[in-house]
C-alpha cells in the first residue's frame, strides 16, 4: 500500500492580508515539495455539516458563515481573517482530513497526508483563532469514533503553539488521547502540563524556548511515546506543524527536518505495533517557506516509506 494526499486548489480561495503567516505561498511550497513523489492523490472533498457539528454548534457554523464577506477581509479575532472563499476552503480540509480517515480505515491506503488551509488547531468550540476556524483534527477524531465506531484515537500535535481548540473541543471525549507538544511561553499561552483533560486523557509537554530537537526527542520518549503506546490507539491523528524549525519567524524552537523525520518514525512505530500503521496527518503551521517545505517533504518521506512496506 502507499501514502495518500488529499488537496484542493480551493484552499488558495482562503486569503488573508497582505504580510500575513499563513499565506497562500504555504501550501504551494508544500505541494511543490511533494509534487514527484509517487502518492495517491485525491482532491478533498467538502466537509459535512454532520462532520462539524461533532465539535462545533449550529450557531458558531451559522456565525461563521454570517461572517463571510462579499468582498476583502472580515477579522473574526486578532489574527483570523475571513475572505469571500474561506468558508469552502475550510470545508476542503475538514472533508479531506474526514475522507483521508476513511480511506485509511478501509485499507485504500496505508496512511495519509492532508495539506489544505485554513488549518485548525486553535478554534475552540465557538471561537475562531489563531488563523483558524473549524477543528479540522478533533473533527476527524469524532468522525472516526462516531461513524467508524472506533474506540481510541490518539492525536499527536507537534505544531509549536499549543493545540487549545483541539484540547477545547476535546476535554470531554475520553476516547481521545491528546498529546501536544508546544513551546511555552508563547501563543496562545494554553497547555500546561497539568491540563489534563477530563477524564486524565491529555498530556500537554511545554517546551522551553530556544529547546534543540535532542530536548525535543527526549521529551517525547520520556513523555509522550510511552502513553500513546499504553493508550493503545486504534488510529494515529497528527496535527503537523512544522513552526518548531529553526528558521520559523513565528517561534524559537531549533528543530531540523531531521527531527521532524525522527518524530514521524516514532509515531509510524506506535501505528505499527497497535493500528496496522494507520496514520492520517493533517498540516497546522509552518511560516518559513522554505523550512516548511524541506520538513513537510520529511515527514511524508517517512509516511511513504512506511506505507509501501506494508
Ligand atoms: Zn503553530
Known amino acids: 500500500m502507499t501514502t495518500a494526499l488529499f488537496t484542493h486548489p480551493d484552499c488558495d480561495l482562503h486569503k488573508e ?26 482532491d478533498a472533498p467538502l466537509g459535512t455539516e454532520a462532520a462539524i457539528l461533532r465539535c ?6 451559522a456565525r461563521i458563515r454570517a461572517a463571510i464577506p462579499a468582498q476583502g477581509w472580515a477579522q473574526v479575532d486578532g489574527d483570523t481573517y475571513l475572505a469571500p472563499g474561506s468558508f469552502q476552503a475550510a470545508l476542503r480540509g475538514i472533508g479531506g482530513v474526514c475522507a483521508a480517515v476513511d480511506l485509511v480505515l478501509s485499507g485504500g491506503a496505508a496512511n495519509a497526508f492532508v ?10 468550540t465557538d471561537t475562531a483563532m489563531g488563523f483558524c476556524v473549524f477543528g479540522n483534527v478533533a473533527i476527524a477524531a469524532k468522525h472516526a469514533l462516531d461513524h467508524h465506531g472506533l474506540t481510541r484515537v490518539a492525536i499527536v500535535d507537534f505544531d509549536v503553539h499549543h493545540g487549545n481548540g483541539t ?33 486524565h486523557q491529555m498530556i500537554n509537554v511545554p517546551l522551553r524556548a530556544g529547546g534543540t530537537g535532542a530536548d525535543m526527542r527526549a521529551a517525547y520518549t520520556a513523555h509522550i511515546l510511552p502513553q500513546i503506546d499504553a493508550f493503545a ?3 494515529i491523528l497528527i496535527s503537523a ?19 521532524f523525520t525522527w518524530l514521524t518514525q516514532q509515531i509510524c512505530d ?23 517545505a524541506a520538513c513537510a517533504a520529511a515527514h511524508v518521506t517517512v509516511l511513504k516509506e512506511r506505507g509501501h512496506d506494508r
Not at 17 to 42: I, K
Not at 115 to 124: D, F
Open 167 to 199: 484540547q477545547d473541543l476535546l476535554w470531554n471525549e475520553p476516547r481521545v488521547l491528546f498529546a501536544s507538544s508546544h513551546q511555552m511561553p508563547l501563543y496562545p499561552s494554553t497547555g500546561a502540563a497539568h491540563e489534563v483533560g477530563a477524564h
Open 270 to 292: 506506535l501505528a505499527d505495533r497497535h493500528c496496522a500503521g494507520r496514520v492520517v496527518s493533517a498540516l497546522e503551521g509552518g511560516y518559513d517557506l522554505d523550512a516548511l
Open 115 to 124: 495539506p489544505t488551509r485554513p488549518p485548525g488547531h486553535h478554534a475552540e
Open 233 to 235: 490507539p486504534e488510529l
Open 17 to 42: 492580508p497582505a504580510g500575513h503567516p499563513e499565506q497562500s505561498a504555504r501550501l504551494a511550497a508544500v505541494t511543490y515539495a511533494l509534487a514527484d513523489m509517487d502518492l495517491l492523490r485525491f
Open 56 to 61: 462545533h454548534p449550529t450557531a458558531y457554523i
Open 241 to 259: 506543524g512544522f513552526d518548531a524549525h529553526r528558521d520559523d519567524p513565528l517561534a524559537n524552537l531549533n528543530w531540523s527536518a531531521a527531527d
